[in-house]
């Protein structure tokens, strides 16, 4: 049945993409495993008999979408957090402010490639970020608002480090 599915995924993939790989076994493992995140905290908010709110509030909304920029862009930039990329992508270049540009791996499985592609891109990262926050708001909603509280603080002081940045260099020359 496996050998079944693989061709037909083959095939699918082979008049998708005729001129260029995609790995679309990569994307499959990614879109299994955020199923996986997303039902296991459906899981155990029902396990832990948290109620889901019936509408979050704007302030949680706004807490959870700086957050999710900050945490998404940290796990998809940062130079700190390339250990975590470097199974799946090459180093290329720096991109400014603390921030790498990788490349992804082409060698090897099409399910490293997948992954490569997801960890270096901070647009895609973002769904799998929000939905764990989100879930954290229902799970730990104390804990969750703490550390949203601290990526939103570090996300509002970058923006502020720029600006700061850009008013000196206004004044200098």
Known sequence: MLDTVRAKLTRATRGY?????????GYLVAMTAFGGLAATLVAAARISGRPVPERPSLGDVALISI???????????DAVTSPLRAPFTRYAEPAGAAELNEEVRDHGSSVRHGIGELVTCPFCLAVWVATGLTG?????????RLAATTLTATAVSDFLQFAYDAAKRSTEG
């Open 17 to 25: 993409s005729p001129h260029e790989h995609r790995p679309m076994d």
């Open 67 to 77: 957050a999710t920029h900050k945490l998404s862009r940290l796990l998809a930039k």
């Open 136 to 144: 954290g708001l229902v799970l730990a909603p104390r804990l969750t």
